[in-house]
């Protein structure tokens, strides 16, 4: 008998996305305090102690062990002794822009099997002094089985995969054109709607407007271009065409209650 993969699973993986946003291996003492960001973390120990705290919890992670801090969690971290770690920040998104692991009832700030997270030292050198390219394989089947511990029942794969199908186009325009230009009709008119039916369906089906919809992708990407890259707040605001930077920086003040700058601060 032959089998082959669903049209179903085939979606759910075509259209599940891995972004890395950093990777940086690192034998500085750590003392840093509310950390937060729109990224999940994993902080893998080689040497030393570190405690991470939140608001409700206190973890001690000890050498050759790890972390896992889902996205939206602040929390402190303080190192004891020698200090060597590996650090990973990513996000794995649905067409929606929702990271999976914001979904309820996933843990978000726990110790995982040391079987299902654990790169070794020499691996981690390596991959951060990009002497070895499959190690970058590596990072992708860890983020996969972390992902395959976490997610439960509650998670509705089917309405997600309706979705994609529903609005395959409005997600592909939307992850190849981040701009601030963007107008309700123009994609509207991709889905052979008015603005006005569009907005309507987009709103019942997604759970917000076109509208809001649109200006959080748009700023999950600002934040990702500012913490995976070295590009000045100028050169951000031209690459998703805002009028010019210090619009941009309002803007997203606004929606973050940081400046461009200070984001890039807080959450690196």
């Not at 939206?72 to 200090?83: M, T």
């Not at 700030?109 to 020499?122: E, Q, R, S």
């Not at 860890?142 to 199908?165: A, M, P, R, V, W």
Request: charge should be positive.
């Amino acid at each position: 008998m032959i089998q082959k993969l669903s049209l179903f699973h085939q979606s759910l993986i075509h259209n599940t996305v891995i972004k890395l946003i950093s990777v940086q291996y690192t034998e500085n003492p750590w003392d840093y305090h509310e950390i937060f960001g729109d990224f999940n973390r994993i902080y893998i120990i080689y040497d030393g102690t570190c405690n991470f705290l939140n608001r409700d919890e206190n973890i001690t992670i000890n050498k050759n062990s790890g972390i896992f801090i889902a996205s939206g969690i602040n929390f402190h971290c303080v190192s004891r002794g020698s200090f060597k770690k590996l650090s990973l920040h990513f996000r794995i998104e649905l067409p929606t822009g929702e990271d999976i692991f914001q979904i309820q009832n996933i843990k978000k700030f726990y110790i995982p099997d040391k079987k299902k997270l654990f790169i070794p030292h020499t691996s981690a050198i390596a991959l951060c002094k990009n002497t070895n390219s499959l190690d970058v394989f590596r990072i992708t089947g860890l983020l996969y089985n972390l992902l395959s511990e976490n997610i439960s029942g509650s998670f509705d794969i089917k309405k997600h995969f309706f979705l994609t199908q529903k609005y395959a186009e409005v997600f592909k325009y939307t992850r190849e054109n981040y701009s601030a230009e963007t107008s309700i009709k123009s994609i509207a008119a991709r889905m052979y709607k008015s603005s006005a039916g569009f907005s309507r369906d987009f709103k019942r089906d997604i759970g917000l407007s076109p509208k809001k919809f649109f200006f959080r992708q748009l700023m999950l990407r600002a934040k990702y271009l500012l913490n995976a890259t070295d590009k000045k707040i100028k050169e951000i605001a031209a690459d998703l065409k805002f009028t010019d930077e210090y619009y941009f920086s309002r803007i997203f003040r606004q929606h973050t209650g940081f400046s461009p700058t200070e984001y890039r601060r807080k959450t690196q």
